[in-house]
């Protein structure tokens, strides 16, 4: 069975890849599910990620195995403007042609079929909104609010990107800036909601755990 490398921009997305994703991935004989922190400079990791990085480490891992799937938990909010296909892509109206615009050119660079670009909508923490279960468990005096968001949107990957109402800006406005943790909460919400409501209601996530599963398995 193929590894699956996934790189990631930090510690939040290493936890849901080693405590749900992987997990979730075993059920189809996918037994060996790493992420791998992109370093943004030298010695540091997370964030702050550009293509030069991206594709040094994509390169490196295909690789160092010829018969491993590598694929990416990056996020579109604040995504470096030097990403192949960034010009255009954020002169689209449709943000989920943008994301699906520069996965096409990344793509193309590589030109390699165990190559899964993949660029989460808007950000990691929009998948968080996908249940409202983790939220009753530690924050259960938030859930009207939470769930008013969730009914606002056709799905959790939709809500927008604006720096005051992004995914993660809504969490730190709710739970309180100073209190809000991103790699303990993120994680933690993650966790109890459990990986198939994501799936459920996040179709372009869902479509990137599909491929993976077909690719890896095959």
Not at 10 to 22: C, D, H, I, Q
Not at 43 to 71: C, E, H, M, W
Not at 201 to 218: E, G, Q, S, Y
Request: glycine share 4%; hydrophobic share 35%; with cysteine.
């Amino acid at each position: 069975m193929r590894t699956v490398y996934i790189m990631i921009e930090g510690p939040t997305e290493e936890e849901f890849v080693n405590n749900s994703l992987s997990h979730y991935l075993k059920n189809f004989g996918i037994v060996n599910t790493v992420p791998i922190r992109l370093e943004t400079s030298l010695g540091f990791y997370g964030g702050d990620i550009n293509f030069n990085r991206y594709q040094k480490n994509a390169n490196n891992l295909l690789i160092s195995d010829p018969t491993a799937i590598v694929t990416s938990l990056i996020d579109y909010y604040e995504l470096r403007a030097d990403f192949p296909g960034y010009a255009e892509a954020t002169l689209l109206k449709d943000k989920t042609e943008s994301v699906s615009t520069l996965e096409k050119e990344i793509d193309n660079i590589f030109n390699n079929e165990r190559l899964i670009p993949y660029i989460q909508l808007h950000e990691f923490e929009a998948l968080l909104f996908s249940d409202i279960k983790g939220f009753q468990i530690y924050f259960p005096h938030l859930v009207p609010k939470v769930q008013y968001i969730i009914n606002n949107y056709p799905n959790p990957e939709l809500i927008n990107d604006k720096p005051e109402t992004c995914p993660s800006a809504r969490l730190k406005a709710l739970i309180g800036n100073r209190k809000y943790k991103k790699t303990l909460h993120g994680p933690l919400l993650a966790l109890e909601n459990g990986i198939n409501p994501i799936l459920e209601k996040c179709p372009r996530f869902k479509k990137w755990i599909d491929t993976i599963i077909l690719k890896a398995t095959t």
